[in-house]
Nanobody
């Protein structure tokens, strides 16, 4: 059974930082691309960041480039999203996802976590 469990969300002020973590089980983690998505109320889900199975290549959406960084630890079966310089518009539920085919195509992510809430306040 595939499980992706996110943690690290919470309430933070504008300009602050948070690090999201995702623990994976039930998949051969080191062969999967991993990604982070987010969805704000009334908005479509957005592909925020992705990382190659090896960790050697990453993708970051323009909306977060330079502020967010995705990383992974294959030995621990973990993926992270470091979020700095947070803005009000970063408020959303953040989801961890796994992709058996790569890491850049949002439609190929087939396994999802339950999500963690990130709220940025002024």
């Amino acid at each position: 059974q595939v499980q992706l469990v996110e943690s690290g969300g919470g309430l933070v002020q504008v300009g602050g930082s948070l690090r999201l973590s995702c623990a994976a089980s039930g998949i051969t983690f080191s062969t999967y691309g991993m990604g982070w998505f987010r969805q704000a109320p009334g908005k479509e889900r957005e592909f925020v960041a992705g990382i190659r199975w090896s960790g050697t290549s990453t993708y970051h959406a323009d909306s977060v480039k330079g502020r967010f960084t995705i990383s992974r630890d294959n030995a621990k079966k973990m993926v992270y999203l470091q979020m700095n310089s947070l803005k009000l518009e970063d408020t959303a539920v953040y989801y961890c996802a796994a992709n058996p085919r790569g890491y850049t195509s949002p439609q190929d992510y087939g396994y999802w976590g339950q999500g963690t809430q990130v709220t940025v306040s002024s």
